[in-house]
Every structure is written in structure tokens, then in C-alpha cells.
């Protein structure tokens, strides 16, 4: 199991990137022997260079940091620099969860690590008109419940 360490990651960012350390089986602890050094770039895109025990991140965008999170191990493993360019301003998914194929509360949060590495941005939950809304008659009317 990798143990990193992260400097100049800010303070609202903690949380995620430590959740999606443990999705990836990376233990995040101050007295770790690789230091992963983050900055947010000028330009859109990832960047990770450097040698396997000092770690260079750049990121433009917030779901680029969570998609540089991910290379991380290949990183550390092979010291290999590794880029890659924005090309979209929306990657997304929709879920349907409609009728028979509702995902619980644990899944959806499962599904949104696993993008957030992927470096998607948006997750859309396509939802029908088959419930009701109170105050709302005519929402779902002739839907067929």
C-alpha cells in the first residue's frame, strides 16, 4: 500500500482527496516517505513529474486534481512523467433512476468517487415524473403510477 504525503493542498480539498486516496488504497499521513506536492496551474490539464518520493501535481480544474489523484500510483510505481490536456468543459454521466433501477444513497456516493477519478465533472440522475410532489397536482399527470 502507497503512503503520501500532500503539501500545499488546500484546505477545502482535504477531504475529497483523502477519500479518493483510500478508494485507491493510499494512506495520506504527515510522517509518509512520498511527498506529493500540489499547484494549481495556469492552464487546464494534468501534470505529474518528478522522482517516486517527490511528486510534482499541477491540475487547472478541481475534477483535474481528482483525475491527477489517479495516476498517482502509476506515478510513484513507473516515474514516468505523465500529461494530459483538457479537452471538455462538461464530462458527464446520467444515472437512470427511474422505477426499478433506483441506486441507494451508498452507490450513488461510490459512483461519484469513481467519476471524480475519471475526471468527470457533472452527474446527472434522470429521474421520471412517476412520483408525486405535494402541492403539485398536475406533476406526473397521466403518467401512470
Known sequence: ??????????????????????????????????????????????????????????????????????????????GKPIEEANRYDMLCYMADMSRNAVMNVKTVKTMMRKMALMGLNTYMLYTEDTYEVEGEPFFGYMRGR
Do not use: W
Not at 492552464?43 to 495516476?71: C, F, P, Q
Open 1 to 78: 500500500m502507497l503512503s503520501v504525503r500532500f503539501c500545499a493542498l488546500p484546505e477545502e480539498l482535504v477531504y475529497p482527496v483523502g477519500e479518493l486516496c483510500r478508494s485507491l488504497e493510499i494512506t495520506v499521513c504527515d510522517d509518509a516517505p512520498i511527498t506529493v506536492t500540489i499547484r494549481e496551474g495556469e492552464s487546464e490539464g494534468i501534470s505529474l513529474s518528478g522522482d517516486k518520493e517527490n511528486v510534482l501535481l499541477t491540475y487547472g480544474k478541481r475534477n483535474e486534481l481528482y483525475r491527477a489523484i489517479s495516476y498517482l500510483p502509476e506515478f510513484i510505481r513507473e
